[in-house]
C-alpha cells in the first residue's frame, strides 16, 4: 500500500498550490479550502455526462469543472497544508473521490495523513457508501460528508447520471445515501452539489433544495461548465436562471422564505414570497451570491471565468450588485 503511486500523489487545484507554495499563481481571490482529489490515472466506473473524468469520456483527468487538479506529491502536500491551517491560510480541507478499485483504501489513506499532521476541517464528496464507511469516515475526522446529485430531478439524473446516461447510479439510491449519511454524520453536516443549467427550472431545482433544507442537509450551486472530450448536455444556462435559483436558495438556507411561500410560472420563479423592500435589501446584502456549499468553501473560478461570475469567491461590490440586481430583473 505505501508504494504505490496512488498513496504518494495526489491532486491538487492549481489555487490550492498557489496558497501551498507549491506553484506560482496570481490570484485575486485565493482558496481558503485546500482542493484535493484522491490519485488514480484511472476512469472513474461511473459516466456522469458533465465529467472529463467518466468512464466513457475522452477529457483529461487532471479536470473538474474549470479548475485544474494537478499531480502533487502527497507528502509535501499535507506537510504545507498543516502549516497553512495553523497561519489561517486555509480552513478546510476538500476531498473529491473517483470511483475505481482502491478509492477506499486510497481516500482513507490520505484523511489519515492528513489528521497525523494537523486538526483542519475535512470534507469528503462521495458517492453512496455503506453506513458502516459512513461511521469509519466520521471517525477518522471527516467533518462534511457531500454526496453529490448535481440533477436537480430524477428524469435529469438518469440522463446526466443514471441509467439513460450510460452509467449507473440511481436517484433513489444517492437520496437514501444523503439521509443515512445525514444520520451518521448529523443535520448540517451533510450536503449536496446541484449543477445549474442542464435542463432544471427554478422551480425544480428550489423544490429540491427546500426539501432537503428541511432534512438538514445543504446544496451547493455550480454552474454546468461543458468541458472537452465530454458529451453534449443541452444547457440551458444563463445568469439570469442561475441568479434566481442562487437566491431562492439563499432564502431556504437563512429561512427567510420556504419553497410553498414562492409563486413560479412556467418554472420560472415570479414572487420569491417577500415583499419588494426587503427583498432589495437582501439582494444588497450580496451574501446571497457568494459560493455556497461547506463552511468556508469559496471555490474561486471552479464554474467562473473572469467575465462571467456564477458564484461569487467574496463580497461582491457596488457595481456587482448592480449587475445582480438587473440579472433578476430589478434593473433601475
Ligand atoms: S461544498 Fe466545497 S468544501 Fe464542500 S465538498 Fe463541495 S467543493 Fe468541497
Redesign the pocket.
Known amino acids: 500500500m505505501e508504494n504505490k503511486t496512488s498513496t504518494k500523489k495526489v491532486r491538487a487545484s492549481l489555487g490550492t498550490l498557489g496558497v501551498l507554495g507549491m506553484e506560482l499563481v496570481l490570484m485575486d481571490a485565493p482558496p481558503t479550502?485546500a482542493?484535493l482529489q484522491i490519485y488514480t490515472d484511472k476512469r472513474c466506473q461511473a459516466n456522469c455526462r458533465f465529467c472529463s473524468q467518466a468512464a466513457g469520456a475522452d477529457g483529461d483527468l487532471k479536470q473538474i469543472a474549470r479548475g485544474q487538479y494537478m499531480p502533487s506529491d502527497l507528502d509535501e502536500v499535507v506537510r504545507r497544508l498543516g502549516i497553512a491551517f495553523e497561519r489561517g491560510y486555509l480552513k478546510?480541507a476538500?476531498?473529491?473521490t473517483v470511483m475505481y478499485s482502491d478509492m477506499w483504501g486510497d481516500t482513507t489513506h490520505l484523511i489519515g495523513r492528513i489528521r497525523e499532521v494537523s486538526s483542519i476541517p475535512i470534507?469528503?464528496?462521495v458517492f453512496p457508501l455503506s453506513d458502516d464507511k459512513f461511521v469509519a469516515l466520521k471517525e477518522m475526522g471527516v467533518e462534511?460528508l457531500?454526496i453529490?446529485l448535481d440533477a436537480c430531478n430524477p428524469e435529469l439524473f438518469s440522463k446526466i447520471k443514471g441509467k439513460d446516461a450510460d452509467s449507473i447510479y440511481e436517484w433513489d439510491t444517492h437520496l437514501d445515501g444523503i439521509r443515512r449519511a445525514a444520520h451518521v454524520f448529523g443535520k448540517g453536516a451533510v450536503?449536496t452539489?446541484l449543477i445549474i443549467g442542464m435542463g432544471e427550472s427554478a422551480e425544480d431545482a428550489l423544490m429540491l433544495i427546500d426539501e432537503l433544507h428541511a432534512e438538514g442537509v445543504?446544496s451547493?450551486l455550480f454552474a454546468y461548465t461543458h468541458m472537452p472530450g465530454t458529451r453534449e448536455v443541452t444547457t440551458n444556462l444563463n445568469v439570469d436562471h442561475y441568479r434566481s435559483v442562487q437566491f431562492g436558495a439563499y432564502l431556504i438556507r437563512e429561512g427567510i422564505a420556504s419553497f410553498a411561500d414562492m409563486t413560479f410560472n412556467d418554472g420560472k420563479v415570479t414572487d420569491f414570497g417577500i415583499p419588494d423592500s426587503q427583498l432589495i435589501g437582501y439582494v444588497e446584502r450580496g451574501d446571497a451570491f457568494k459560493?455556497?456549499?461547506?463552511?468556508?468553501?469559496?471555490?474561486p473560478y471552479?464554474t467562473e471565468t473572469h467575465q462571467e461570475i456564477f458564484n461569487f469567491p467574496k463580497d461582491p461590490n457596488a457595481e456587482e450588485i448592480l449587475m445582480i440586481k438587473q440579472q433578476l430583473g430589478l434593473g433601475e
Do not use: F, K, W
Not at 459560493?291 to 471555490?299: A, F, Y
Open positions: 479550502t482542493y478546510r476538500c476531498i473529491q470534507s469528503l464528496s462534511e457531500v453529490p450536503g452539489h445543504h451547493a459560493t455556497t456549499g461547506c463552511p468556508d468553501c469559496n471555490r471552479a
